[in-house]
């Protein structure tokens, strides 16, 4: 089984993003149903010790999404009720949903206009007192230097929990994201740099944060699965979701782990042949991935008159996108609202581009000529 013959040619760019699978994710699915262990079991455990190598760490806790591993990330750097918790407004709602259920309130930080993420200086101008956490994301795979202001969160306690949900195998200078000393989340959702179709992983700082990081997702027990189902009894001795990674979704994280390689470099492929391409338009400009550090999850541009761009290309089939919406002008997150200049006016203005690695360059080259196609029509 080929990966074109699941990706026909014609549906390319009509869709924004889709996962892609290399073949030997069927069979690893099919073998995980016979053996008869759906869920967190062996094949979980292999993979977690598939990440903790790949990205040079002692371990790995997989979870079941990337909203679960931010909610037991923030759970273990102590965030509770009364918590704030420093969060972009430029992110998947997930991110602030996983600080609401901790019962903590986001206090939404602006952004850098050429990165989409936050930087040293909008984090300093969002802490409060009752900052417990900063939580940046890798908006489209690249990493977020804070070192500006590591000193100053350090002597306030602050502690910075990573949304790596986009930045799978993308590298801080010369270290993989996830192995900087950071708590750090990754989600292995539907679209993500990497697939368990759905699934997340945390990566712990010390053994003992690992340790509850399993109790954590599992209910609040205190022992390992391997020794409850060997006794009579268990102890529930902590806060706990219910967010263990099936066996069956582990294997599919193993196969696109084996193969991620493949995927790093059509990614960072796909996005050079975009930003040659877009450097030719006039007035789009090309939200920067550091793509020589980042495997790109995305590809964004700023457009003027952005919905009626959105709305031709899609008149057209052409799967572009939004992302995202910001999140303090959304109705569930009102009580935190304040303004945040540079969000707006970006989120006024940003379009994604169809984006995913069984995506040709060639396709990428016809995207920016309908996105041409879609200006002229609107100078018109
Ligand atoms: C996908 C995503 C999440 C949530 O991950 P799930 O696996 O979907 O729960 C969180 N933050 C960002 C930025 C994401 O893109």
Known sequence: MTASAWFPQSSEVGRNARPFLHGPEFDAVAQALRDGQYGHGEVTEAFEGELASFLGVSDVVAVSSGTAALEIAL?????????????????????????????????????????????????????????????????GGRAVDLAEVRDELDDRGIVVVEDAAHA????????????????????????????????????????????RARRLRTLGIAQPQSERIRTTSYSVTD??????????????????????????????ALWRAYATRLAEVDGVGLVDVDVV?????????????????????????????????????????????????????????????????????????????????????IKR
């Not at 994201?177 to 697939?195: D, E, H, M, Q, Y």
């Not at 099936?246 to 994280?253: L, N, T």
């Not at 003027?304 to 109705?331: C, K, T």
Request: aromatic letters at 6%.
């Open 293 to 377: 550090h980042s495997v790109p999850f995305n590809c964004v541009v700023r457009v003027p008159e952005r919905d009626g761009v959105h709305a031709f290309m899609r008149s057209w089939n052409i799967g572009v996108g939004v992302h995202y919406p910001p999140n303090h002008l959304q109705p569930a997150f009102a009580p935190w609202h304040r303004p945040l200049p540079a969000t707006e006016r970006t989120a006024r203005e940003i379009l994604s581009l169809p984006f995913h690695p069984a995506m040709g360059e060639r396709a990428a080259l016809r995207v920016v000529e309908m996105l041409e196609r879609a200006l002229s029509r």
């Open 239 to 268: 806060r706990g979701l219910r967010a263990t990674l099936s066996s069956v979704h582990a294997a599919v994280g193993r196969v696109q782990l084996r193969r991620f390689a493949t995927v790093e470099e059509a990614r960072k």
């Open 168 to 211: 799978f195998g993308s590298r801080a200078k010369e270290r993989r994201v996830g192995n900087t000393g950071v708590l750090t989340c990754f989600s292995f959702g539907p679209i993500k740099n990497l697939t368990s179709v759905e699934g997340g992983a945390v990566v712990p700082r010390h053994p003992q944060e690992g340790l």
């Open 75 to 139: 759970l273990l750097a102590g965030v509770g009720p009364g918590d704030e918790v420093v969060v972009p407004s430029q992110t998947f709602c997930a991110t602030v949903r996983a600080v609401r259920a901790c019962g903590a309130t986001p206090r939404f930080a602006d952004i850098s206009p050429d990165s989409l993420c936050v930087d040293a200086d909008t984090v300093r101008e969002a802490l409060t007192p009752a900052t417990r956490v900063v939580l940046p994301v890798l908006y």
